[in-house]
């Protein structure tokens, strides 16, 4: 069974950082198909960071250079870090995955305050 379940979220001020946690299922962090989406309240759900089939990493313009993805292999774990957070990064933060299909955890809140 595919599980994906994020925690780290929160509410933090303009300029601070938060880390995101995505615990996955073995089969389908290993298919190096995981990656963090978020959606904002009334748009939809967009790509925010990424690994690719290649190992390389894909950033959405507007976090790139403030927001890090990573991985741990030994806890099937994917990391978002996110610094200089913005009022505008305010979203429920996805961690999504396709194996056959696409596959999300539950979500997680973060919001920034101006």
């Known amino acids: 069974q595919v599980q994906l379940v994020e925690s780290g979220g929160g509410l933090v001020q303009a300029g601070g950082s938060l880390r995101l946690s995505c615990a996955a299922s073995?089969?389908?962090?290993?298919?190096?198909?995981v990656g963090w989406y978020r959606q904002a309240s009334g748009k939809q759900r967009e790509l925010v960071a990424a690994?690719?089939?290649?190992?390389?990493?894909n950033y959405a313009d507007s976090v790139k250079g403030r927001f890090t993805i990573s991985r741990d292999n030994a806890k099937n774990t994917v990391y978002l870090q996110m610094n200089s957070l913005k009022p505008e990064d305010t979203a429920v933060y996805y961690c999504g995955g396709s194996l056959g299909k696409m596959y999300w955890g539950q979500g997680t809140q973060v919001t920034v305050s101006s």
């Open positions: 073995r089969s389908i962090f290993s298919a190096n198909a």
């Open positions: 690994f690719t089939s290649a190992g390389t990493t």
